[in-house]
């Protein structure tokens, strides 16, 4: 094990940049499109006008590009499709595709009409042959969806589909595709959702599955999808009972979330599936997650505590579902007070409802068999638990994403292994980066691997269960040190370190090594 160099702090190799000039109010981050392409938004000298930046993997800028965009614009999907980068943007009443390539410069556009509903996921997929599939929201009187096979020439190249209920509304939820099947899952306002494939080549539909009639009694909820080597679509989510009431309103599936247990699924391109297998909340999975806990507050609790963030094919057969627990306090729960909660003064002086809390514990890895059973769960401690607090009244809910889940990406150093997870936390306003081995179940002693150039805290003592950091009620904005900061892919075994400092105007960014033992 490598102790003295994963200590040591910031590599000495590591190749930093600093760009400048930033304004805080317009900071909007700096991304990854797959670990290939860097970009950033700034804005212009207009509310719609915005500067697309594109830098390469020195880091150093190739392009910038203009791009007018309407008010209410949201980017909803990039992908890296041969030697070309696309990005497509919502602008509020229509999309905009545009290509870019090697150099960074854009060389097409493409718009069309798009829909103001947000929870319309648009999506691209690399179809072979450098073509892709897209799927993007229309109409905002019925809400139905577009799929279609473009070329790189932004038009569709071989079909196009529209589908427009004639009652009731369809977003897609999930989208995955590999050369010769799409596979569109979508949620509905009958609160179920279903899975619609299509062929690659011809768009004739092959199939079309309604998730409820599949898992009947239970109503089915994915979070995960992802395609088998055979082009076999896997998802993962969670099931359980709902009213029959709430099918039958028209609300949106998150409102009706079941919590009896999660499920995988496989289902054949003729829509056909190859096994369900449920995974008990209350029978195969609470006491196992609990069983190491050492504080009693800190337990998941008796519903499915268990954010899913990957579905990962085990080297030999079958799966694993790696995500992190959490524990809710409701102003109701008993333990509310020890967890932290602050119960408001009501009427009178009396204690009145407090906001709900939320605490993440640590990552857990489900081990499946290639039918989806569950054969161990191994529960990984975290160096550090975070929980937030949300005293001061709502934050961004980026900077709630960030601090609640600190998963970020896999890093797989050897094929015939799992991936390995590269995470992030902080301590004592403090940043850490480290990974953990979804293929056991002992963490990494060595997981004060940061690169911020403070001192070390030395290893110790299992704390995954003791230590906390809480934010006070007088934040009345997140602070800088916690919402600037990410962690992205980069080549093999390097990540991008980016910590953005609004008191300066700068963005700092560092290429280093992933640590490994």
């Not at 304004?23 to 509310?47: C, I, P």
């Not at 006008?49 to 190739?62: A, M, N, S, T, V």
């Not at 092959?206 to 089915?220: F, Q």
């Not at 809390?357 to 499946?368: A, G, I, M, P, Q």
Request: aromatic share 12%; proline share 8%; net charge neutral.
């Amino acid at each position: 094990m490598l102790a003295g160099v994963l200590l040591a702090g910031r590599p000495g190799a590591a190749q930093d940049v600093t760009l400048t000039g930033l304004d805080a109010s317009v900071y909007r981050g700096f991304k990854t499109v797959e670990g290939q392409v860097y970009y950033m938004l700034r804005q212009g000298s207009t509310y719609d006008l915005f500067q697309l930046e594109i830098y390469g993997r020195d880091l150093q800028k190739k392009a910038t590009t203009e791009v007018r965009l309407g008010r209410n614009w949201n980017l909803q999907a990039t992908r890296v499709v041969g030697e070309f980068t696309y990005f497509y943007f919502f602008t509020g009443k229509e999309g905009l595709l545009l290509k870019l390539d090697a150099t960074g410069k854009q060389v097409q556009e493409a718009r069309f009409p798009g829909t103001g509903d947000y929870f319309g996921l648009a999506a691209m997929e690399p179809a072979g042959g450098g073509d892709f599939y897209i799927t993007y929201p229309i109409d905002p009187g019925k809400l139905g969806f577009v799929v279609a096979r473009y070329g790189s020439d932004l038009t569709a190249k071989r079909w196009q589909k529209e589908y427009l209920p004639e009652k009731g509304k369809y977003n897609v939820h999930q989208f995955q595709a590999d050369a010769t099947h799409a596979y569109a899952v979508l949620d509905n306002t009958k609160a179920s959702y279903e899975v619609v494939c299509l062929d690659g080549l011809t768009g004739n539909e092959t199939s079309r599955k309604e998730l409820l009639g599949l898992g009947a009694p239970n109503l089915l909820v994915p979070n995960l999808a992802s395609l088998d080597k055979a082009g076999h679509l896997i998802l993962a989510g969670y099931y359980g009972n709902v009213p029959k009431s709430v099918l039958s309103a028209p609300v949106k599936v998150e409102n009706a979330t079941p919590t009896d247990g999660y499920f995988v699924l496989s289902l054949a391109p003729e829509g056909t599936p190859d096994y369900l297998s449920r995974l008990s909340f209350a029978t195969e999975l609470a006491g196992k997650l609990n069983t190491h806990s050492t504080i009693q507050p800190y337990t998941v609790g008796d519903y499915p505590g268990l954010k899913l963030h990957a579905l990962l094919p085990r080297p030999g057969g079958g799966y694993a579902l790696v995500g992190e627990t959490y524990k809710m306090f409701f102003f109701t729960d008993p333990l509310y007070s020890a967890a932290g909660g602050t119960r408001a003064p009501g009427p009178g002086g009396a204690a009145g409802p407090g906001p709900p809390r939320r605490d993440v514990l640590d990552f857990v890895v489900l081990d499946l068999t290639t039918q989806g059973k569950l054969e161990a769960v191994r529960r990984i401690p975290k160096p550090y638990k975070i929980y937030e607090d949300h005293s001061a009244g709502p934050v961004p809910r980026e900077f709630t994403d960030k601090l609640v889940y600190s998963y970020r990406f896999l890093y797989q150093p050897d094929p015939a292994k799992l991936p390995q997870v590269v995470f992030l936390n902080w301590h004592q306003n403090l940043l850490y980066v480290n990974t953990l081995k979804p293929a056991t179940d002992v963490r990494d002693n060595i997981f004060t691997r940061r690169y911020l150039g403070q001192p070390a805290v030395p290893a110790g003592p299992d704390r995954g269960e003791l230590t906390t950091l809480s934010f006070a009620p007088t934040f009345q904005t997140p602070p800088g040190e916690f919402f600037y900061d990410e962690v992205l892919p980069h080549a093999p075994g390097k990540f991008v370190y980016s910590h953005f400092d609004p008191a300066k105007s700068a963005l700092h960014l560092q290429v280093l090594d992933v640590p490994v033992e």
